[in-house]
């Protein structure tokens, strides 16, 4: 089991909307996202070639829905887990292609209805051609190649979008609301929805850009993908500072694991390891419940 890697917490980095970066930092965060996709890759992941696929290898294969092999979705583990891996994804941006900035995050809820418009959506190059087939052909990532996905079969492709607006209507204050009246922690999961089906904010951000984001095994294909959890990251965090019992509250969260493993299945707990395919250490469930306990050192502005 990973040892506990928790420190002192003195000076958190904040993290901030999107909207709020100069153009200077918003360059910055692109050079060094640009930085990832220009370098090897290091995991070995059948499929990966960039530094930045890296990423979305992991999540494929954690993410094995169709399979039955998810382990960070249709389990106890969506916002553990995904905070770590946008931890992850700040650490090797930082360390690997010298990002100094502030993490961004995109308030969905500005632009619920109106993805197709939003600021962010527009300086990560839009919506994609139709008669381009919805491939992203402007801004920093057009014509960008992906290599993984769709699903579980490997497939060159352009980066795409298709915005669905009635999806992204999911991020609307209703929805915000509803999450915040949850007094559980298993109540807050589950309101964020998973499948394209459900409602919630977290089927907003995916479905609602569409494109590569609607396949959940290799979605961080696109780099609006950040943006998106470190949103859902913020309202959890959010949610967890209204009440600070909420920070430790694991009942009732789900099983580790999709399938029903041989010896049954496993409840999530403190306990329960992240696995990274060792892009950071293992950590637990314990080690990310609080974003100052010192393996994770930040807080949001607000």
């Known amino acids: 089991m990973p040892a506990s890697r928790r420190s002192t917490c003195t000076e958190p980095s904040v993290r901030v909307e999107w909207n709020t970066l100069t153009e200077d930092q918003k360059a910055a965060y692109f050079a060094a996202e640009l930085c990832l996709l220009a370098a090897p890759a290091k995991t070995g992941i059948p ?9 979305v290898g992991v999540h494929a294969q954690r993410g094995d829905i169709p399979d039955g092999n998810d382990f960070w979705h249709v389990t106890g583990l969506l916002l553990h887990i995904h905070r770590y891996y946008v931890h992850a994804h700040e650490t090797i941006l930082r360390t ?8 961004p995050y995109w308030n969905e809820l500005a632009d619920a ?6 600021p962010v959506l527009l300086d990560f190059g839009g919506n ?3 008669e381009d087939g919805w491939a992203v052909i402007d801004g920093p990532f057009a014509n960008l190649t992906r290599y993984l996905g769709y699903g579980t079969t490997n497939t060159k492709h352009l980066l795409t979008r298709e915005v669905n607006e009635t999806a992204s209507l999911e991020a609307g204050q209703t929805n915000v609301d509803l999450l915040f009246a949850q007094d559980t922690f298993s109540g807050f999961k589950d309101t964020l929805g998973v499948f394209a089906t459900q409602s919630g904010v977290h089927v907003a951000g995916h479905v609602g850009i569409g494109g590569d984001m609607l396949d959940y095994m290799t979605a961080p294909n696109d780099p609006m993908f950040w943006m998106h959890h470190g949103y859902l990251d913020y309202l959890w965090w959010k949610w ?3 009440n600070k019992t909420r920070i430790n509250d694991l009942n009732n969260a789900g099983y580790e694991t999709q399938k029903k493993p041989s010896t049954g299945y ?9 696995y990274l395919f060792n892009i950071l250490p293992d950590v637990t469930v314990a080690d990310v419940l609080d974003t100052q306990n010192g393996l994770l050192c930040y807080t949001f502005a607000t």
């Not at 499929?47 to 990423?55: A, K, L, T, W």
């Not at 496993?266 to 992240?274: C, K």
Request: glycine share 16%; hydrophobic share 30%.
């Open 240 to 242: 967890q500072g209204d």
């Open 266 to 274: 496993v409840e999530t707990s403190l306990d329960t390891v992240l």
């Open 113 to 118: 209805g109106n993805f197709a418009a939003s």
């Open 128 to 130: 994609g051609s139709e």
């Open 47 to 55: 499929g990966v070639v960039s530094r930045y696929d890296d990423f």
């Open 96 to 103: 690997e292609c010298g990002y100094t900035g502030p993490l």
